[in-house]
């Protein structure tokens, strides 16, 4: 469906290589044209997705106007507010001041983190005969391998969600490195970060990367950093998930 470009979107507005976790998303170097270019296009915006389902699919495990206002109140502002961050960025981009980086930095991921989950959430519901029942095929083997079993991975996932302190989510999540299944927390769903990117360049700013050598001059250690960053093999890893398909 059309309205559901918004993780395609979503990662081309970061202009880094994303991914939804688990199995993938994407992402543009969208920085990469011309910063002018980053304030304009509405086109850039990501956009509400419409629910899969009836706002009534889900009777009686969500009633309808719970779905009605989590989808069109809370998931909307989310939308409205990760590209109100994506324009402010733009903006200082631009601009060249960064005075409020920190603040647009935090709107970026809590926004972001906002929408990617809450589509996920939609999207891996649904009204029988779809849903319930257990996985199969590559996902139960990867459960049996992960957590020991359907039952097991359930016990554990029911656990850990009941006691997510305050507002959070459950999230299973594939972890590339090991290539297993995880189940997480996670109590704020921003913390920095969005749900599913796939990193490709990072700087290490935990002090033990930089004091002995620079003590307190974090921005000396970064702007330094710029000398030594092997352009090759970060371009080598945004080739390997620039092309990496949402779950479609
Ligand atoms: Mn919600």
Same mark, same amino acid.
């Given at each position: 469906?059309?309205?559901?470009?918004?993780? #395609?979107?979503?990662?081309?507005?970061?202009?880094?290589?994303?991914?939804?976790?688990?199995?993938?998303?994407?992402?543009?170097?969208?920085?990469?044209?011309?910063?002018?270019?980053?304030? /304009?296009?509405?086109? #850039?915006?990501?956009?509400?997705?419409?629910?899969?389902?009836?706002?009534?699919?889900?009777?009686?495990?969500?009633?309808?106007?719970?779905?009605?206002?989590?989808?069109? /109140?809370?998931?909307?502002?989310?939308?409205?507010?990760?590209?109100?961050?994506?324009?402010?960025?733009?903006?200082?981009?631009?601009?060249?001041?960064?005075?409020?980086?920190?603040?647009?930095?935090?709107?970026?991921?809590?926004?972001?983190?906002?929408?990617?989950?809450?589509?996920?959430?939609?999207?891996?519901?649904?009204?029988?005969?779809?849903?319930?029942?257990?996985?199969?095929?590559?996902?139960?083997?990867?459960?049996?391998?992960?957590?020991?079993?359907?039952?097991?991975? /359930?016990?554990?996932?029911?656990?850990?969600?009941?006691?997510?302190?305050?507002?959070?989510?459950?999230?299973?999540?594939?972890?590339?490195? #090991?290539?297993?299944?995880?189940?997480?927390?996670?109590?704020?769903?921003?913390?920095?970060?969005?749900?599913?990117?796939?990193?490709?360049?990072?700087?290490?700013?935990?002090?033990?990367?930089?004091?002995?050598?620079?003590?307190?001059?974090?921005?000396?250690?970064?702007?330094?950093?710029?000398?030594?960053?092997?352009?090759?093999?970060?371009?080598?890893?945004?080739?390997?998930?620039?092309?990496?398909?949402?779950?479609?």
């Amino acid at each position: 469906m059309s309205e559901t470009m918004t993780r #395609r979107d979503l990662m081309k507005g970061l202009g880094v290589a994303a991914l939804v976790a688990g199995a993938g998303a994407m992402i543009l170097p969208a920085g990469a044209a011309s910063e002018k270019d980053a304030t /304009k296009p509405a086109s #850039r915006e990501c956009q509400l997705p419409a629910l899969p389902y009836p706002y009534d699919a889900l009777e009686p495990v969500i009633d309808k106007e719970t779905l009605t206002i989590h989808h069109d /109140k809370h998931h909307a502002a989310y939308v409205n507010n990760f590209n109100n961050a994506m324009k402010k960025l733009a903006e200082a981009r631009t601009s060249g001041d960064y005075s409020l980086i920190k603040h647009w930095s935090r709107e970026l991921a809590f926004n972001g983190s906002g929408h990617v989950l809450h589509t996920l959430y939609w999207e891996n519901m649904a009204p029988a005969p779809n849903g319930g029942g257990q996985p199969k095929g590559d996902l139960l083997r990867a459960m049996d391998m992960s957590f020991g079993g359907f039952d097991q991975f /359930k016990a554990q996932f029911v656990a850990a969600t009941n006691a997510v302190e305050g507002s959070g989510w459950g999230i299973l999540a594939h972890e590339p490195f #090991r290539g297993h299944l995880v189940i997480l927390q996670a109590e704020k769903h921003q913390d920095l970060t969005i749900w599913g990117v796939y990193p490709i360049m990072v700087c290490d700013v935990w002090e033990h990367a930089y004091y002995l050598k620079y003590q307190n001059r974090r921005p000396e250690y970064v702007e330094n950093f710029f000398k030594i960053i092997n352009w090759p093999a970060v371009e080598k890893k945004y080739k390997a998930v620039k092309d990496v398909a949402a779950y479609k």
